[in-house]
């Protein structure tokens, strides 16, 4: 199992890294276009129209949405999410591995239930047929990043639950 959770965390990281160097990417090519491109034709005596690309922002937005959702999953085969302290004290040392198993089995659930909405707003979406202004591409081929990244977390806190073995270390420190 330890071995599945690595090349799904591999894969994520992946999708996230290929999503954030589109963003930066397409970002610079617009900027370049139209404040290096467009006024050196100018100057050349070229007549040009929009020199930047065309739905840049737009879908540097989608892949954001695409990177930050993956990163749900990063985050939490890391250990590096936000962890709230409150109650860390309140039961005895010698129970932590048991508290932490249900812990993670109550995450997962929630996790799983938000999930679930992502689903319902992804379907209510297709089901609208929205498309994504000058893009012209379906809001809900985006959206569903949403439900896979929560269902992503969901699934690794059940396998921390089962494999208590396999989950990540927390940070000496957390903010």
Same mark, same amino acid.
């Given at each position: 199992?330890g071995r599945l959770l690595?090349?799904w965390?591999?894969?994520?990281c @992946?999708? *996230?890294v290929l999503?954030?160097?589109?963003i930066a990417?397409?970002?610079?090519?617009d900027?370049l276009g139209?404040e290096?491109?467009g006024?050196?034709l100018?100057?050349?005596?070229?007549?040009? %129209?929009?020199?930047?690309l065309l %739905?840049?922002q737009?879908k540097a937005?989608f892949a954001?949405?695409?990177?930050?959702?993956?990163g749900?999953?990063?985050?939490t085969?890391?250990g590096?999410?936000?962890v709230?302290?409150v109650g860390?004290k309140?039961?005895?040392q010698?129970?932590?591995?048991?508290?932490d198993?249900? *812990?993670?089995v109550?995450?997962?659930c929630f996790?799983?239930g938000?999930? @679930?909405? %992502?689903?319902?707003?992804v379907?209510?979406s297709?089901q609208?047929?929205v498309?994504?202004?000058?893009i012209?591409?379906s809001? @809900?081929?985006?959206?569903?990043v949403?439900?896979? %990244?929560?269902?992503s977390a969901?699934?690794r806190?059940?396998a921390?639950a089962? @494999?208590?073995?396999?989950?990540?270390?927390?940070?000496?420190y957390?903010e």
């Open positions: 199992m690595h090349i965390h591999r894969l994520e @992946w999708i *996230a999503a954030f160097s589109f990417l397409v970002l610079c090519l900027v139209r290096l491109y006024p050196l100018k100057l050349l005596g070229q007549p040009v %129209g929009a020199t930047g %739905g840049s737009k937005v954001l949405v695409i990177g930050s959702f993956g749900i999953g990063i985050a085969a890391t590096v999410h936000l709230p302290r860390f309140w039961l005895p010698a129970w932590s591995p048991q508290v198993r249900v *812990a993670d109550f995450t997962g996790l799983l938000v999930a @679930w909405y %992502g689903v319902v707003f379907l209510a297709k609208s047929g498309l994504v202004a000058v012209n591409v809001a @809900w081929s985006i959206q569903t949403i439900p896979l %990244g929560f269902a969901a699934l806190y059940f921390f089962a @494999w208590p073995a396999l989950r990540p270390q927390p940070p000496e957390q």
